[in-house]
């Protein structure tokens, strides 16, 4: 089954590509210049999701856009489009960085730049390693021509640690410990965190909605 992702981070593409599987070809909006970055003014990660899946959704329907991505799929059926809007939720800073995980140290801000403000802003506060619990969580939201068909949400729960560990994963991985793990996301072997991860969780629910569509087409 084709899917396209709102999304032009190709680490976040291959990662779900993985967690999904061989069942599935995961595309992206790299090579689609045309379309805009969506604005996530969302105040919460469920409508930001549903703000990308379904604008995005109605752009790729023009028929040049779908030329371009029926290179990997010979059906002429309506796109499915899955976007994704995950953050870091630390409970010693109100929540933050939360829905702005992405750009906390400003626009394109780089991942290390990120972590560098969250990790500052623990230790201005004076965060005890025991109050540094925090959470992953991810909204998938799934539509096709503009119809939202579900949105999808995953947590994982774990805690901050005091600098970061491990050359694995992206974002927050190399400060993020999940619970019942001594390893960071970016220690973990990838196998291990597609399996457990917030991202995974979400994933489970849209395999089920795409396999009731299936059933249904």
Same mark, same amino acid.
């Given at each position: 089954?084709? =899917?396209?992702?709102?999304?032009? *981070? @190709?680490?976040?593409?291959?990662?779900?590509?993985?967690?999904?599987?061989?069942?599935?070809?995961?595309?992206? !909006?790299?090579?689609?210049?045309?379309?805009?970055?969506?604005?996530? *003014?969302?105040?919460?990660?469920?409508?930001?999701?549903? =703000?990308?899946?379904?604008?995005?959704?109605?752009?790729?329907?023009?028929?040049?856009? +779908?030329?371009?991505?029926?290179?990997?799929?010979?059906?002429?059926?309506?796109?499915?489009?899955?976007?994704?809007?995950?953050? =870091?939720?630390?409970?010693? %800073?109100?929540? @933050?960085?939360?829905?702005?995980?992405? +750009?906390?140290?400003?626009? *394109?801000?780089?991942?290390?730049? *990120?972590?560098?403000? !969250?990790?500052?802003? %623990?230790?201005?506060?004076?965060?005890?390693? /025991?109050?540094?619990?925090?959470?992953?969580?991810c909204v998938i939201a799934l539509?096709?021509?503009?119809?939202? =068909?579900?949105?999808?949400?995953?947590?994982?729960?774990?805690?901050?640690?005091?600098?970061?560990r491990g050359s694995n994963g992206?974002?927050?991985?190399?400060?993020?410990?999940?619970?019942?793990?001594?390893? /960071?996301?970016?220690? %973990?072997?990838?196998e291990v965190k597609n399996t457990?991860?917030? +991202?995974?969780?979400?994933?489970?629910? !849209?395999?089920?909605?795409?396999? &009731? %569509?299936?059933? &249904?087409?």
């Open positions: 089954m084709q =899917l396209i992702l709102a999304t032009r *981070n @190709a680490h976040k593409t291959c990662e779900i590509q993985r967690i999904l599987g061989p069942t599935f070809t995961v595309s992206d !909006l790299s090579a689609q210049h045309e379309i805009p970055e969506i604005r996530e *003014n969302g105040k919460s990660f469920e409508e930001n999701a549903i =703000l990308k899946a379904v604008t995005v959704s109605q752009m790729v329907e023009t028929p040049r856009r +779908r030329e371009s991505f029926r290179r990997t799929s010979q059906r002429d059926v309506p796109a499915l489009l899955i976007a994704d809007d995950s953050g =870091l939720e630390v409970d010693a %800073l109100g929540g @933050a960085p939360g829905i702005l995980s992405a +750009r906390y140290a400003g626009e *394109n801000a780089r991942d290390e730049e *990120n972590i560098e403000k !969250l990790l500052d802003e %623990l230790a201005r506060i004076r965060a005890e390693e /025991t109050k540094r619990s925090a959470r992953f969580r539509a096709r021509q503009g119809e939202l =068909l579900g949105t999808f949400q995953g947590i994982l729960e774990g805690a901050v640690v005091e600098r970061p992206f974002g927050y991985d190399p400060i993020f410990v999940p619970r019942g793990f001594e390893e /960071t996301f970016a220690e %973990l072997p990838s457990i991860s917030h +991202r995974a969780k979400a994933i489970r629910g !849209l395999i089920a909605k795409l396999a &009731a %569509l299936k059933t &249904a087409d």
